[in-house]
């Protein structure tokens, strides 16, 4: 059975800067795509960033120059690096994982920026 396993958040504050980790356990195939989405409390998930397995990026245009997306295949690891963090990146962070055929969702971790 696969497994995203999240790490990374915590406390922070404005202009501060955090590392997010997601490591799939598991036997998994081929990862296409490698996401990190976000949910903040009474709004909707919504995309952060995409890497594609050649290492295509794209990024919500609220988080463009302060956040980079990488990933390691060989590890199966996806990284979210967040520079400048405002109160309003708060939120739970997820990563995501599509192999074309199946997503895979991990369990969350929680980011907050606050003074």
């Known amino acids: 059975q696969v497994q995203l396993v999240e790490s990374g958040g915590g406390l922070v504050q404005p202009g501060g800067s955090l590392r997010l980790s997601c490591a799939a356990s598991?036997?998994?195939?081929?990862?296409?795509?490698m996401g990190w989405y976000r949910q903040a409390p009474g709004k909707q998930r919504e995309l952060v960033a995409t890497?594609?397995?050649?290492?295509?990026?794209d990024y919500a245009d609220s988080v463009k120059g302060r956040f980079t997306i990488s990933r390691d295949n060989a590890k199966n690891t996806v990284y979210l690096q967040m520079n400048s963090l405002k109160p309003e990146d708060t939120a739970s962070y997820y990563c995501?994982?599509?192999?074309?055929?199946?997503?895979?969702w991990g369990q969350g971790t929680q980011v907050t920026v606050s003074s």
């Open positions: 995501n994982f599509w192999t074309g055929s199946v997503g895979y």
């Open positions: 890497i594609t397995r050649g290492g295509a990026t």
């Open positions: 598991g036997r998994i195939f081929t990862i296409y795509t």
